[in-house]
């Protein structure tokens, strides 16, 4: 497998982030490094703290992600403040039409409040739900990913999995991503494991 | 589902940590922190730095894990420089008599320079299974998890979900369990999704 283009993929994370959302998709794009792709954590100020207590430094400011290839939004504790947080928000200038732009549960709510959503239905978690919906959102209720050209949500801390299978598909290609995978997918079961997660997101590609 | 007794889980973490295995369990264990499970990171010094480069600071010293009522080691790029450090495998006085003990990937070597593995067979990485074989250790070729007693491995870093399930069952029991993993789920899969995972571990429990 060949290099791909240079992917920076910004991991859009507040304090109070949730630690699943946010390392499952650091820890598993990484695994394409060699081929080009970084996935590094952003947000404003130097250092945040996790919804339980783990203090991280950030890697980026959080305007990296206006000049990064893909931009994740994971959840957190205080996403509604954030999503009221006009100030903040006005920092993020992203582009549907350069980037890949994804978020899953009450991250699916700061997509909508940039105005990347448009008319597409998006996934999020049950509690995320009434928000997302009261800002303007079909909620898919019962489906964990659903991605519409270059921006995709999904619902459920684990379905960061496929959040991250999904940038990997649509920037390295089936084989590299099916690879990545494996590495990472239980031992004795890593071609269902990887299979399983290719399957969910393969209909998005379109 | 009542309070369980206080259950620390010490999450061992060192320089070079792989994320994904710290920070799932870390993740998924406090789920259940209302019920008197907390799940936090312990190692040597102040802050490490993450195998794809983030940093974070440790929440209890190294010797904290000879308290917790339950201990993880996931891997990391340097495990097999620290498994011959015997001034800092000394700190650790682990015992499998008062203390749930797990491993996973390079980890389990750390269990075996510490005499914790017994006789035991052990589940690991493909990487790191030759130098857990040199270390004496029966490895299971092509199972993600094993448990006997207080001492569980697994290998693949996404198969930290089986030793997290592992723990919550043997400290909260089943229904609180499946709680905690339904949260967690993909959304519209959760049934599946945790029983996919009580699945591989119940047979375990004994």
Redesign the interface.
């Known amino acids: 497998m060949n290099r791909i283009g240079p992917t920076r993929v910004a991991i859009v994370s507040f304090d109070g982030f949730?630690?699943?959302d946010s390392?499952?998709t650091?820890?598993?794009l990484?695994r394409l490094?060699a081929k080009g792709l970084?996935?590094?954590?952003c947000g404003p100020g130097h250092a945040i703290s996790s919804m339980?207590?783990?203090?991280?430094?950030l890697?980026r400011p959080l305007e990296w992600a206006n000049e990064a290839e893909v931009v994740l939004f994971g959840s957190g504790l205080y996403t509604r403040a954030i999503a009221e947080n006009s100030a903040l928000l006005d920092r993020l200038q992203l582009d549907p039409v350069r980037q890949l732009i994804g978020a899953q549960n009450s991250g699916v709510l700061l997509l909508a409040r940039l105005g990347l959503l448009g008319e597409r239905p998006a996934?999020?978690?049950?509690v995320s739900k009434p928000f997302v919906q009261e800002a303007g959102v079909r909620v898919l209720?019962?489906?964990?990913?659903h991605a519409q050209g270059p921006i995709a949500t999904?619902?459920?801390?684990?379905?960061a999995?496929?959040l991250a299978t999904w940038v990997m598909l649509k920037r390295a290609g089936e084989a590299a991503t099916t690879e990545a995978l494996h590495?990472?997918?239980?031992?004795?079961?890593?071609t269902r494991?990887a299979e399983g997660l290719l399957a969910r997101v393969r209909p998005f590609l379109g």
């Open positions: 949730n630690e699943l390392f499952i650091l820890g598993l990484n490094r970084s996935a590094e954590l339980h207590g783990v203090t991280v430094s890697q996934c999020t978690d049950l209720d019962e489906e964990s990913f999904a619902g459920g801390c684990l379905a999995q496929y590495e990472v997918a239980p031992v004795g079961e890593k494991y």
